[in-house]
Structures are given as C-alpha cells and as structure tokens.
C-alpha cells in the first residue's frame, strides 16, 4: 500500500507546472555540460564557497551548483599553468513573485556584501571576481557564473556571456556583468531604477 501511495505521488507530482518547470531546468544544465564536455568536467564536490551574498536564504525551490574544470591546463593572465575552473550556480523559483522577492532581498546582500539597486551601476566592488548573471523572469530563474580574476580574458568573458544567454536567458531577461574588483553593469534588460519592484 505504501509502495502504491508513494508511485501515485510521484506521478501526480511529476504532472505538475513546477515539476515540468524545473526539469527543463535540469535539462539545460545537462545540455551546458553535455556541450562542453569535451573541454570540461563537471564536479560537484570540493567546491570553494563563492562570495554570492544573501541569494542562498532566498526562497527557491531548485539550486544546483556545480564547477567545470577544464581538461588542459593552460596560461592564466599571470603566466601560471593551470586548469580553468568555471563556477555555476543556478536557482529556480515557484512563480514570479517568489523571483521578485529573492531580487528584492538579494540586491541588498548582494556580492561581497554591496547593496545594490536596481538597474544603477557600480564602478568599484573590492574583491568580487568576473561573473555573469542572467535573471530568467519567463522561467522564474537566477543564473550566476563566476570564476577567478586570473582567469579573465575580455573575449572569452563575452563568449561565456553569450552561452549564459542561450542556455538559461530569452530577449526578456536581465543579465548583470561585473569584472575584476568591479564594475557593476547592468547589460541587457536593466530595470528602470524608479521601479520599486527590486527595491
């Protein structure tokens, strides 16, 4: 009776929008890896906590947070042979208020501690490193893509801006850029500072 209880569970669960919602979610992570698992491996342990402020008391209800480590090793900007380490970590919520409101509380403990507001940029961040944040308001997601500062080249940062948007954004999404110790810029989509529905 138990077994029963639990497989009809199961299916009325996996019938629902938000099941469906995040297993396409799933499913984009799973093809970003499957795409470049040539280049890189995917690890899930031995992870250095990234500096992401207050996003992880948010209210989601998916997260998964991974790194791919490149195969080869090759010459970091300070002449250093290394493997690349790329950090993901992705977070989907239950409908567009529940994003709203992870938003809202995020920008203010956001990255190294900044408070931010919305769509208003920031010219110095101490500390923070290269990331890419692309906020999905259709798909209810928040993306973040981050690595070190010794890993950054302006060109392969753009490139990796530009996967970010094919696997988890649409015309409609936010994407926050932020560089070595800053900037901050909001490069596609920026909120208009006057809506209150960040802040």
């Known amino acids: 009776m138990r077994t029963f209880a639990l497989i009809l569970a199961m299916c009325l669960f996996s019938n629902s929008p938000a099941f469906a919602q995040f297993e396409d979610l799933k499913q984009t992570i799973n093809a970003l890896i499957l795409d470049h698992s040539k280049d890189f491996e995917k690890k899930y342990l031995n992870i250095p906590e990234r500096a992401l402020g207050g ?3 948010t209210d989601f ?3 998964d ?3 791919l480590e490149a195969r080869e090793k090759r010459t970091d900007n300070l002449d250093r042979n290394r493997r690349f380490d ?4 992705i977070y989907g919520y239950d409908d567009i208020d529940d994003l709203n409101y992870a938003m809202k509380d995020w920008l203010q403990d956001f990255i190294e501690g900044e408070s931010v ?13 290269p990331t890419i944040i692309v906020i999905n308001k259709n798909k209810k997601t928040i993306s973040i ?7 950054y080249f302006y060109e392969e940062f753009k490139d ?3 996967k970010m948007l ?8 936010v994407i926050i850029e932020i560089g070595c110790d800053g900037p901050l810029k909001w490069t596609k989509n920026p909120p208009d500072p006057k809506d209150r529905t960040w802040r």
Do not use: H
């Open 55 to 57: 996003i992880e008391s």
């Open 61 to 63: 209800s998916f997260a």
């Open 65 to 67: 947070r991974f790194k």
């Open 86 to 89: 790329y950090f993901f970590n």
């Open 117 to 129: 507001r919305p769509g208003r940029e920031i010219r110095t961040m101490d500390d923070a490193v």
């Open 145 to 151: 893509l981050s690595f070190d500062c010794n890993q």
């Open 160 to 162: 990796w801006r530009e």
């Open 166 to 173: 094919t696997y988890f954004g649409d015309p409609e999404s």
